[in-house]
């Protein structure tokens, strides 16, 4: 992975150079939800997945049924319906997907329109990894790597006032979308 760089610094009239090994094999994928819900801890659930046949040819992502196994835990997690906000991911677009998330009462699902990464939380969460996580870092291995991003995002799930910073930096809102009494 070739590691973002926040700041750095060289002599007077050489330009610095950071040197990394390798590239980029796609070794690794990460999946986030945020969760809010009005008088409750704001909370993000994340499911990392090492891609163990990357060399074989085998799929670099997750697959619909990661996503599938992901919301289900997240359902059993949070014990309450869900409205997924869903960005424009392929895997997020499958039709299969789509038929699960249409079968249970727990999920309403909203497509985001496409290329509108501003409107997502988890975009900032990865801004929030990048920036703290992975600045000026050159991994030795795929495992220093992983131990590295699952730190970070545990740090970030004990700290809901970031999670919640997230949500206000998209300037979109919680409401409800129930009838209130009269």
Known sequence: MTPPTSRT???RG??????????????FSIAALTCYKPGERSRLIFRPKRHVDHKRGGRRSFTRTDCRDLLTDAHQQLGAPMVLIWDNLNVHLDARLRAFTDARDWITSIQLPSYSPDLNPV???WSLVRRSGQCNTAFTDPDHLIRV???RLHEIQYRPELIDGCLAATRLTLTTSRPQPQ
């Open 9 to 11: 610094w060289s002599r």
């Open 123 to 125: 975009e900032d969460i």
């Open 149 to 151: 991003l699952r730190r």
């Open 14 to 27: 050489h330009t610095p150079v950071i040197r990394v090994r390798g590239r980029s094999q796609r070794l």
